[in-house]
């Protein structure tokens, strides 16, 4: 079942999501040598990027090349068709594989600035904005929408139909809406009136955490595929289990004990080349406390790690706890 975008194949189709804050680099290197397949970077401001690639030498992290991660989805937000089609000229100069546009984001200084998730109050604007994104690229461009603003106003199928018009190539859902945030569940099967609304292909997003919700997700929304986001923090391996699962209708395992803490191990080490020792330490701290729910003593891990500027005690707290705690948990 899987999806041919131009050059690009996603297949199995499972993507992980895009997660500011948490998608960086490190991140989705991480879950591609992990099995995951295609990756989306961190939501970029079209404009952000665009001014930062004139003032030479400060160009914003996230937007950096991104050649090596062959293929690569990067995101852009923004309102304005032409800064967004220039934007998307420079991000595929660097090396994304796909052009993603980001009608979902539902946070107030991004909507307040008619970016995100407004966009789908504006379907004029949104097509403009399509249109000219989709005539300025070589590759493939993709949308990320929720199913609307409101209850009320659940536009997504209008949108992808006017979407596939301006020559999107696939769409992806997150069942909430705007006015939802986070709150409440994803609504799977009105995935499926948009499904039935358009011939791309789209993918399912929101709330999946195992391969059994892939299951029932699949079957409610009748989706080409799948998005995970918040199920694979603290588990960069979720999205590799599900392309295996995808692929072979086998279930895999969690890594090993000894295997999860040489991960998490790696993911510090990779966030601190990157970011520097005292930012990757504070930057690491989300990851850690992700990494360490639900097992023993929990709280405690999360607090040293909270406490200590020091890298080389934070990485003696994960070796000391993460073998342990793991092996209480399968005792
Ligand atoms: C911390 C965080 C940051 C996010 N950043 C983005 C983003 O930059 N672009 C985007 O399209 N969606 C973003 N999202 C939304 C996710 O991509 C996804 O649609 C949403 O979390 C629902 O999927 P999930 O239940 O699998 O997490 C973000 C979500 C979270 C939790």
Request: net charge positive.
């Amino acid at each position: 079942m899987g999806i041919a975008l131009g050059d690009v194949r996603i297949d199995p189709p499972v993507i992980l999501a895009p997660m500011s804050g948490v998608t960086d680099r490190p991140f989705r290197q991480l879950v591609r040598r992990l099995g995951g397949g295609l990756v989306v970077s961190e939501m970029i401001a079209s404009r952000e990027l665009l001014h930062a690639a004139r003032r030479a030498g400060t160009s914003k992290r996230a937007a950096e090349d991104c050649a090596d991660e062959h293929p690569i989805a990067v995101q852009l937000a923004g309102h304005e068709p032409d800064t967004m089609a220039e934007a998307a000229r420079l991000a595929v100069g660097r090396g994304a594989a796909l052009i993603d546009v980001n009608f979902g984001c539902p946070a107030k200084k991004v909507v307040g600035k008619l970016c995100g998730a407004a966009l789908m109050r504006d379907e004029a604007l949104a097509a403009r904005i399509l249109r000219a994104v989709v005539a300025a690229v070589p590759v493939p461009v993709t949308l990320k929408m929720r199913t609307g603003w409101s209850v009320e106003a659940r536009n997504a199928p209008r949108l992808a139909r006017i979407a596939e018009d301006c020559g999107v190539r696939m769409i992806t859902v997150h069942g909430r809406t705007r006015d939802q945030l986070y709150a409440g569940r994803a609504d799977w099967a009105f995935i499926r009136t948009v499904k039935d609304a358009v011939t791309v292909p789209v993918i399912a997003n929101g709330d999946i955490a195992d391969c059994d919700d892939v299951d029932r997700c699949l079957a409610e929304s009748g989706a080409d595929g799948v998005m995970i986001g918040r199920g694979a923090q603290g588990r960069p391996w979720l999205i590799g289990q599900v392309a295996h699962y995808l692929r072979t209708g086998a279930r895999r395992p969690d890594p090993a004990p000894a295997e999860q803490r040489d991960i998490v191990l790696a993911h510090y080490d990779a966030l601190l080349a990157r970011y520097g020792t005292a930012r990757g330490v504070r930057v690491a701290r989300k990851h850690l406390g992700w990494y360490g729910r639900g097992l023993p003593k929990a709280a405690a891990f999360r607090a040293a790690v909270n406490r200590s500027e020091d890298p080389a005690e934070v990485a003696g707290l994960v070796r000391a706890h993460f073998v342990s705690a793991l092996n209480g948990v399968a005792a």
